[in-house]
């Protein structure tokens, strides 16, 4: 018991210690350049998507299901003010849509649309070269033109443009099928 | 004859004899009988002569007086008188005697009661007739006589008197008829009772024989018959009382050996006794220290009843914290999106947001670390709530085992005591066991004694069928002569 607490202590001691020293440390120019992503599983798939295509990363979001032809879209949720379609990735990504409202969802920085996933696994910081050219189907490879290789698992790092792309062109599809 | 041959030998002996005697008495009683018939018809015959004998003896007194009175009337001469005196006294006398004789036969009394009058009328006339010729002379005497008064009284006394005479006649002569029928019956009497006593004897003899001779010769031929049988059973006797004699022998060695084991038995259960005595002093110790650790497993068991209460206190405390960890998991993650939410913003701000990314890093960074403790914490927690579910579980289990080991005490202290009731009890029966096996002992020695006395009787036995033998030898010898005796054309 003495053991575990002096332990316990260690910790919080070290974590003090790195946050002070993260603080105390020289900002780091010039250093190899890094790419930060955030780890999420669709369906029981690892998956990363790329900070930088992220507008905001939120859980717990009320999405108000809307009828809709397409499958993917689950429905809609505002964020800061604006009202944003909610597409499930699961559908996106041609795997069986989703039940019941995934409980993480991502905006995209390109456009006002939000992705809902299964699970948030965390951030990922790696280097540019853990980050290699996809070589899977075509399909796929649209989506996730690249895989990063992370301490637990080699994920296909998915590109939220090409995705958006691929929506906006379903709808423009669907849109100029519903018109007279 | 079938009711004669029932008899016994005593019986017929005196049936027989008793039969001969009795015709023997009867014939001595009938012959008893005639011959006092007899005397007595004798006596009476007497008796009758003698009344004769007074009659003519009185007859003769009046003779004698009337011939005194005529020799004095004639010659006056006092001398002839004698006669006269002599007849008066005798008359009187006769008189005095036929009145005593005849006094059993009224008729007789009767006449003799008429005879006295003209005897006395006679004795008076002849009295006058002397005194007259005494006083007056012959003539005057001679005068009286020849009245023949003294005639007519002489005559009536003939009369009555030869009456009388007759009578005693009569009786005498019947008397006589009598006395020859009797000795007729007599005689009869005599000669055939003796024929009949004779043959009547003679029959009695001759079927008291026979039937001796047969019922002897049987019962004879039965005596040596069972003899015989005797004598096999004298010698089988004498066998079977020397294989008893030899068997006692082998049943006193063996109580000899049933003593001495009696006598281990005994020593055995002294010492069981004394084992099973120490042993209930021993129960009796055991008997406190099992209160003892009744006491003990039940202090046991309110202390694991507390220890359940306090793991189940610990195990809501533990979701009470597994509660507050999930705000604190929750908080990291919101922290952690909010720390990528800075990032992001950080970035879009560009080279002004540098600095701010760095510290949205270090609070993700800090976000990331508290989850990962988080984590940790829960993992932790649950081995916690684990634990303690697994101590609970196996707390009410050892509760459980508790309770089962204090019932299985309880039952154990129960044995206990019901094993010290027995061993008092067992106590109880050793010494009731060395008690009984010590007059076991003392019964096996009076067995031996008596056995041994049975031996001695068993040889006894034998000595005396010997001597059975022998007698019942003896016995057929005897029988055999007997039966030569009695029947000897049996007995070849």
Redesign the interface.
């Known amino acids: 018991m003495t053991g575990a607490s002096s332990q316990l202590a260690l910790r919080v001691a070290e974590l003090r210690a790195a946050f002070d020293r993260a603080f105390a440390a020289p900002v780091r120019t010039g250093a190899a350049v890094r790419h930060d992503l955030l780890a999420i599983r669709v369906d029981a798939e690892p998956c990363a998507i790329r900070l930088s295509e992220v507008g905001g990363l939120f859980a717990d979001r009320r999405v108000t299901p809307i009828p809709a032809s397409d499958a993917a879209l689950i429905g809609i949720a505002g964020f800061r003010g604006a009202i944003v379609p909610v597409y499930g990735l699961r559908a996106v990504l041609g795997q069986a849509p989703h039940q019941e409202v995934p409980r993480w969802l991502v905006t995209a920085v390109t456009a006002p649309v939000a992705l809902a996933f299964d699970l948030f696994e965390g951030h990922l910081r790696v280097p540019a070269d853990a980050i290699l050219p996809q070589q899977s189907p075509e399909r796929l490879r649209s989506y996730a033109p690249e895989f990063v290789r992370s301490a637990d698992a080699v994920r296909p790092v998915l590109h939220l443009p090409s995705i958006i792309a691929a929506l906006e062109n379903a709808r423009t599809v669907f849109s100029m099928r519903s018109e007279p | 004859m079938s009711i004669f041959s029932n008899w016994t030998v005593g019986r017929r002996l005196v049936a027989g004899f008793g039969l001969s005697a009795l015709t023997v008495v009867l014939i001595a009683v009938v012959s008893y009988r005639n011959a006092y018939l007899l005397i007595e018809n004798d006596a009476w015959v007497a008796h009758s002569h003698e009344v004769r004998t007074k009659l003519a003896d009185l007859l003769s007194g009046l003779k004698d007086t009337e011939t005194g009175q005529r020799g004095y009337v004639l010659t006056g001469d006092e001398i002839y008188l004698a006669p006269y005196q002599s007849g008066l006294a005798a008359i009187q006398t006769t008189l005095a005697d036929l009145r005593k004789v005849v006094s059993d036969n009224p008729d007789q009394s009767r006449r003799l009661a008429k005879l006295t009058q003209p005897i006395d009328d006679k004795l008076a006339e002849l009295k006058q007739t002397i005194d007259l010729r005494r006083a007056e002379g012959f003539d005057a005497a001679l005068k009286v006589v020849l009245t023949n008064a003294g005639k007519a009284y002489m005559d009536q006394v003939r009369a009555i008197v030869a009456e009388a005479d007759q009578t005693e006649q009569d009786l005498l002569k019947r008397r006589t008829e009598e006395a020859r029928a009797s000795a007729d019956m007599t005689q009869m009497i005599i000669i055939w009772g003796g024929l009949i006593g004779m043959v009547t004897v003679c029959a009695i003899g001759w079927l008291i024989t026979r039937s001796l001779s047969e019922q002897i010769g049987a019962a004879v031929g039965q005596v040596r018959s069972s003899s015989t049988e005797l004598q096999s059973a004298a010698n089988q006797q004498a066998s079977g009382a020397k294989e008893q004699a030899t068997a006692m022998t082998e049943i006193s060695t063996t109580i000899n050996e049933l003593l001495a084991s009696s006598r281990q038995i005994a020593e055995s259960a002294q010492r069981v006794a004394h084992n099973a005595e120490a042993t209930a002093n021993a129960a009796r110790a055991g008997h406190g220290t099992v209160d003892m650790t009744q006491e003990s497993i039940s202090s046991i068991r309110r202390q694991v009843d507390q220890i359940v209460s306090h793991m189940l206190e610990l195990g809501k405390k533990s979701q009470e914290i597994g509660a507050v960890l999930d705000i604190v998991s929750e908080l990291a993650?919101?922290t952690?999106?909010l720390a990528?939410?800075a990032?992001?913003e950080a970035?879009g701000a560009g080279e002004a947001g540098?600095?701010f990314a760095?510290?949205a890093?270090?609070i993700?960074?800090?976000a990331?670390?508290v989850g990962g403790?988080t984590k940790e914490v829960r993992v932790l927690i649950e081995d916690v709530r684990s634990a303690v579910n697994t101590t609970v579980m196996a707390t009410e289990t050892g509760s459980k085992a508790v309770d089962a080991g204090s019932r299985q005490f309880g039952d154990l202290a129960s044995a206990f005591k019901q094993i010290a009731g027995l061993v008092a009890t067992t106590t109880d029966a050793a010494r009731e066991i060395e008690l009984s096996t010590k007059q076991q002992s003392t019964a096996v020695e009076q067995v031996n004694v008596a056995v041994a006395n049975v031996t001695q009787a068993s040889m006894e036995t034998e000595t005396s069928a010997g001597q059975t033998l022998q007698t019942v030898s003896q016995m057929a010898v005897l029988s055999k002569d007997l039966l030569r005796i009695i029947k000897p054309h049996m007995a070849a």
């Open positions: 993650e919101q952690n999106i990528i939410n990032t992001i970035a540098k600095r760095v510290v890093e270090e993700r960074n800090l990331d670390r403790s």
